[in-house]
């Protein structure tokens, strides 16, 4: 596309790290596509790890009962949202710090180096991303998206790097209003929503397109 | 920015149209600025005509009296929209033959041709844009926003091009309610809100690149 970057100096490479999904992982679509763009369009390093109790990493019996709750609670057709609040609140006190850890020994490869730092995360990704960003300094951009303001208003109102924020407008699974809110919440005065029509998984290709020159304009 | 288009051959330029907003002329600053944007970066041909009753046109009886029945309305502080509605009705029943002629006059010249055909119009330009691109089968792409849904809902629904909807996220004179109810009424498969923080006269620059990008896609 039209995203050339100036190729960064040797050790300010600017790092983009990605939050997979609920019930997704590190090398999902999803993650692996965006990442390949942002790596060779962008001239980002993109690092991505599995979320507790994903991919290759180990169920424990607190996730496994959390996860029970959350799943009990969808075949009961009870309102979905405050078990994922209650799920993403969960993971996001062990992910958190580990991103934090992650962002560090990434940032120490000669390849890569102390420069600017953004976040992508949707849905899930964008639970955790949620509190990730309020509490690291080093995230100067984040994408977030796809989730309702259930559980995360407050460390929301703590976000104040640029913000893009995806919505879909026929979301099956985040009530519009829900999504509106938690865009609201955010503290940034630069934050831009992007809604397009379409459920949970149909966000349009050219929105990558987009992401990618947010992140190239506040990054690069 | 990153929009370089391909050379359109002779008699084939791309048209913008650009309605102005209510009290301005056809050399508002935000016409004339975005449509300098539009020819030179987007290599698009642009035209934009004084409204009714606006720029260099007369005022007639007509429209001072529906124009006085919208400043007393809002000095009496009551609800501004029926009133605004009222305005853009009696407006478009003159502006849309007018500017389906302008599009015919200008495709006549040499220097542009019968390419694809795109509007842009915020606020008053939206309001008169919506039945516009409704009636107009030559436009191919519009960029609308700034307005609520009052007396659009019918137009709206019959809008099925591709649409890019600019929305502030805390306008001074469109309820974000009334906004968003527009958005959702367009008919069109393919429409993106794009959503800022700020008043009413506040979209931020660099909506104006993304706005040139867009049509670039469905026009270039």
Chains 1, 2 share one sequence.
């Not at 992650?102 to 600017?116: F, I, K, N, R, S």
């Not at 960003?133 to 104040?160: H, I, K, N, Q, S």
Request: hydrophobic share 45%; charged share 20%; net charge neutral.
């Amino acid at each position: 596309m039209c995203c050339g970057r100036r190729k960064a100096p040797p050790g300010l490479v600017p790092l983009i790290l990605m939050g997979h999904g609920g019930g997704q992982h590190k090398k999902a679509p999803g993650i692996v596509e965006r990442a390949r763009r942002f790596v060779t369009e962008g001239g980002f390093a993109v690092v991505a790890v599995d979320v507790p109790g994903h991919g290759d990493r180990p169920k424990t019996e607190e996730f496994a009962r959390v996860a029970a709750g959350l799943r009990a609670g969808m075949a009961a057709g009870e309102d979905v949202a405050p078990h994922l609040a209650t799920m993403h609140t969960f993971l996001a006190g062990r992910a958190v710090p580990e991103w934090q850890a992650v962002v560090t020994a990434v940032q120490e490869l000669d390849v890569v180096g102390t420069g600017p730092v953004g976040y992508f995360g949707m849905s899930m990704g964008c639970g955790l991303g949620v509190p990730f960003v309020a509490a690291e300094p080093r995230v100067r951009a984040a994408v977030l998206g796809l989730l309702g303001v259930e559980g995360l208003t407050e460390d929301a109102a703590r976000v104040t790097v640029p913000v893009r924020f995806l919505l879909q407008w026929d979301d099956d699974r985040v009530p519009r209003d829900r999504g509106l809110a938690l865009f609201d919440a955010l503290g940034s005065a630069d934050k831009t929503l992007h809604a397009n029509p379409g459920g949970h998984g149909a966000i349009p290709e050219f929105e990558t397109d987009s992401s990618l020159r947010f992140f190239v304009r506040h990054l690069g």
